[in-house]
């Protein structure tokens, strides 16, 4: 098993792999959307129609599953950037893991519950906020009890599945595809020299496209999940 | 399923971490939506207004021409039938006056005819009553003739024939 490099401050510890991880990946996207939007203009160019293709696409996740009008304005921007973000922090694990000495520096932060459980309670608290707006805080609680009062506490637990499905879904998915590159990788392709090594190049190569495949499934799954919830709670069943 | 197990790969719950996400992803938001998110939503719907708008107005342009075309083609149905008015209306005229003219020239020919009938009638009786006083004349030179020649009953007789003759001739 890795190791990674924990500091504790203010009483809080603080893993470095996922901080670098994390920051890393969020100039990236900021880098991207900036480069991608540096001349919007009427009849776009090039790298405008990229942008605007990706936000059309989270914008499509958000229509599709939110009805409430003035909620989706609000969570375009907010599935637009949790989609990128989450996407290149699959990806960043799949060409790079740096390690220094026994540290491991740099692996895709999703692979970590702790990242994925972030992201999912921010999409449980913004969905608690969006109900609350709607219907106010009685109203919201009242809804927890609709349409059967004795349905109250299995709507809350549903709460608490929904938190853990959704983070353990994308960091199970992504932990098990850096599992076994590293094992392909670290295993296999030094286990009997030269002709494991050639065997295995190929094998991790199709193990990586798969884990673009499954990266970005998992990003749109994970947007799209966080939707679903989101617009479960501005919605009147 | 043991916590120790859901956290294999952590070892630690790091909370940092939960609270360090949470600065950079909504650093990332505000930074995003000023750089590009806003910017690039904001042209799509300047976009889309104008599609909007440039479908309208070619709709309301597609309208009016379409009323000019059939303002046109009811302009041009008028004229057609104006031009076939006139035309009948030529022929009308022109019929009438070509039978007036030809009822003007049967008149006039019926007028000359009478008149020269007329004049012929005039000019034989004058013929008759001139040739009645010319025969009054001969006959009295005739007699004075007779008389002074002293002709037989014969003779006289046909010299009055040939007379009478000469005057049929």
Redesign the interface.
Same mark, same amino acid.
């Given at each position: 098993?890795e190791k990674?490099f924990?500091f504790k *401050?203010?009483g %809080?510890? *603080? =893993?470095l792999t996922?901080?670098i991880g994390?920051?890393l990946m969020?100039l990236v996207?900021?880098f991207v959307?900036?480069w991608?939007?540096r001349k !919007? /203009?009427?009849k776009?160019n090039k790298r405008?129609n990229v942008? /605007?293709y990706l936000?059309d696409f989270t914008d499509g996740i958000v229509k599709d599953n939110v009805s409430d009008e003035d909620a989706q304005k609000h969570l375009? %921007? $907010?599935a637009?950037? %949790?989609f990128? *973000?989450i996407w290149f922090m699959n990806m960043l694990g799949l060409f790079m893991e740096v390690k220094v000495g026994d540290w491991t520096v740099v692996k895709s932060?999703t692979? =970590?519950? !702790?990242?994925t459980?972030?992201?999912a309670?921010?999409t449980l608290l913004l969905s608690f906020t969006f109900g609350m707006q709607k219907f106010g805080v009685g109203g919201y609680w009242r809804n927890y009890a609709s349409p059967v009062g004795f349905l109250f506490p299995i709507n809350i637990i549903e709460e608490i599945t929904n938190f853990l499905t959704l983070s353990?879904r994308l $960091?199970g998915n992504i $932990?098990a595809g850096e599992v076994l590159l590293t094992l392909i990788g670290n295993r296999l392709a030094v286990s009997f020299g030269l002709p494991t090594m050639i065997l295995a190049a190929p094998l991790a190569m199709i193990w990586q496209a798969f884990s673009v495949f499954i990266g970005s499934i998992q990003a749109y799954v994970f947007v799209t999940l966080s939707m679903v919830y989101i617009g479960r709670k501005v919605t009147k069943e | 399923m043991t916590f120790q197990t859901l956290f294999a790969a952590s070892y630690h719950i790091y909370l940092g971490n939960a609270i360090w996400y949470l600065i950079v992803f909504a650093l990332l938001l505000l930074l995003v939506k000023h750089y590009a998110w806003g910017p690039v939503s904001k042209m799509m719907e300047k976009r889309r207004q104008k599609v909007i708008g440039d479908l309208d107005s070619a709709a309301s342009n597609r309208k009016k021409a379409e009323t000019l075309a059939n303002e046109r083609e009811a302009a041009l149905k008028n004229s057609r039938q104006e031009a076939t008015k006139i035309i009948s209306d030529a022929k009308a005229n022109v019929q009438k006056t070509s039978s007036k003219i030809v009822a003007d020239a049967n008149e006039n020919a019926t007028s000359i005819h009478k008149k020269a009938e007329v004049e012929a009638k005039q000019a034989k009786t004058d013929a008759i009553n001139d040739a009645r006083g010319q025969v009054a004349d001969i006959s009295v030179a005739i007699a004075e003739k007779v008389i002074s020649k002293n002709l037989s009953a014969k003779d006289q007789k046909d010299l009055v024939d040939q007379f009478i003759k000469g005057l049929d001739d």
């Amino acid at each position: 098993m890795e190791k990674s490099f924990v500091f504790k *401050f203010l009483g %809080l510890s *603080f =893993d470095l792999t996922g901080i670098i991880g994390s920051t890393l990946m969020a100039l990236v996207v900021l880098f991207v959307c900036i480069w991608l939007s540096r001349k !919007v /203009e009427m009849k776009p160019n090039k790298r405008q129609n990229v942008i /605007e293709y990706l936000l059309d696409f989270t914008d499509g996740i958000v229509k599709d599953n939110v009805s409430d009008e003035d909620a989706q304005k609000h969570l375009s %921007l $907010y599935a637009f950037v %949790l989609f990128l *973000f989450i996407w290149f922090m699959n990806m960043l694990g799949l060409f790079m893991e740096v390690k220094v000495g026994d540290w491991t520096v740099v692996k895709s932060p999703t692979a =970590d519950p !702790v990242t994925t459980m972030s992201f999912a309670m921010m999409t449980l608290l913004l969905s608690f906020t969006f109900g609350m707006q709607k219907f106010g805080v009685g109203g919201y609680w009242r809804n927890y009890a609709s349409p059967v009062g004795f349905l109250f506490p299995i709507n809350i637990i549903e709460e608490i599945t929904n938190f853990l499905t959704l983070s353990l879904r994308l $960091y199970g998915n992504i $932990y098990a595809g850096e599992v076994l590159l590293t094992l392909i990788g670290n295993r296999l392709a030094v286990s009997f020299g030269l002709p494991t090594m050639i065997l295995a190049a190929p094998l991790a190569m199709i193990w990586q496209a798969f884990s673009v495949f499954i990266g970005s499934i998992q990003a749109y799954v994970f947007v799209t999940l966080s939707m679903v919830y989101i617009g479960r709670k501005v919605t009147k069943e | 399923m043991t916590f120790q197990t859901l956290f294999a790969a952590s070892y630690h719950i790091y909370l940092g971490n939960a609270i360090w996400y949470l600065i950079v992803f909504a650093l990332l938001l505000l930074l995003v939506k000023h750089y590009a998110w806003g910017p690039v939503s904001k042209m799509m719907e300047k976009r889309r207004q104008k599609v909007i708008g440039d479908l309208d107005s070619a709709a309301s342009n597609r309208k009016k021409a379409e009323t000019l075309a059939n303002e046109r083609e009811a302009a041009l149905k008028n004229s057609r039938q104006e031009a076939t008015k006139i035309i009948s209306d030529a022929k009308a005229n022109v019929q009438k006056t070509s039978s007036k003219i030809v009822a003007d020239a049967n008149e006039n020919a019926t007028s000359i005819h009478k008149k020269a009938e007329v004049e012929a009638k005039q000019a034989k009786t004058d013929a008759i009553n001139d040739a009645r006083g010319q025969v009054a004349d001969i006959s009295v030179a005739i007699a004075e003739k007779v008389i002074s020649k002293n002709l037989s009953a014969k003779d006289q007789k046909d010299l009055v024939d040939q007379f009478i003759k000469g005057l049929d001739d």
